[in-house]
């Protein structure tokens, strides 16, 4: 429930006045507590499967290609991106182009009441942030979900919802303008691990313009979070203070780390690493221009780039039924703004690390 409300929520587009461009260039890692993925014999890999594109315990590299342009693309248009040659995957991306709907307004939700206005879930929401082993005064901070605004409601779901989930409600086209991404099919894409972003990203279409992406041999791929504390190989006691610690990343500019935590089906737990938490922010996860990384890193809502630890008090996911870290690092990134469509590519790499919890000991 939360997951789908999350999509529904998070997608923001650019303004529509101009044609963006977006490449946005990831490194992911999924780790569950007491589980490895084995080594499989050489030459042998794991079938492509729905839902097994990412690999608990190996690291896997993404690209995504977001076009978004005003209005509604003709009939036969078309979108392509000839990529570098260092990124393996060939002379030509072909985009999918996703036209605004007839109706011109989003589907509604299927959550409602005989009226027609949207139900949100009744649960109470329990927030904890800074870094100590104690829970500091003043804390948790106590929401009932039912009585904040859209916009809080909206805000908070963000900040713990998959990336992917977000990114995938990119698909549905807004009422105003038309969106081509990549990839564009049901299988995952495979970038190798020794792909590189360096080179000229070229669009090519018929409807929106072209333009050329110098991306420098210094911005790649970002390497992926090396959790050194707590050891996952087993599992870390969630009555404890929790250390967290990992090795740096060079090049990262801030990190976003949070913990949330089910209790049963009405009792939602978030701690977020950062010094400060402000209710009223409202702050879209997926990928952050440099800029407002810098800021939010003044602001002591992310950590440092070259942080390596912090501490999550002790007891706060005590008996909860599922924990889950996950931490956004954000690197530098490449942008044009003196043509059209505006053109920018991103890098992050994330965490998502199933700590414990009553469900993953059911699982054994």
Known sequence: MFIALAAALAWQAPSTEAAHLGYFAETSLMRIAGFEMPDLPPGMEMPEMPGMAFLPGKPQRSLEIRLWSPGVAPK???????????????????????????????????DQDAKGERKPPDFTIKIYWGSSPKVREGQPKVFRFKDLGFGQQAGLLRQWAQAQMAKGASDAAR?????????SGDKPVRIAP???????????????????????????????????????????DLSKALALQWKPIPTLLGTHAMIFGMQGQETLILWYAGETWDEKADVDWDFLQMAEVRRLVEQKVLLKGDATSATVPEG????????????????????????????????KTTLMAILGGKMLDEME
């Open 194 to 236: 020794s792909a590189r972003l360096a080179g000229t990203f070229h669009l090519e279409t018929n409807y929106a313009g072209q333009v050329d992406l110098e991306v420098p041999k210094e911005l790649d791929f970002l390497a992926p979070f090396d959790l050194t504390s707590p050891d996952l190989s087993g599992k870390p």
């Open 76 to 110: 036969d248009a078309f979108a392509f991106v000839a990529p570098p040659q260092g990124l393996g995957q060939g002379p030509r991306l072909d985009l999918k182009i996703v036209r605004p709907s007839k109706g011109g307004e989003p589907a509604e939700a299927d």
């Open 175 to 183: 009422p105003d303008a038309t969106l081509a991404h990549w990839p």
């Open 316 to 347: 706060i996911f005590r008996g909860a039924d599922f924990v889950m870290l996950r931490m956004t690092g954000y690197g530098p990134s490449v942008a044009r703004a003196d043509v059209q469509p505006v053109p920018r590519l991103q890098t």
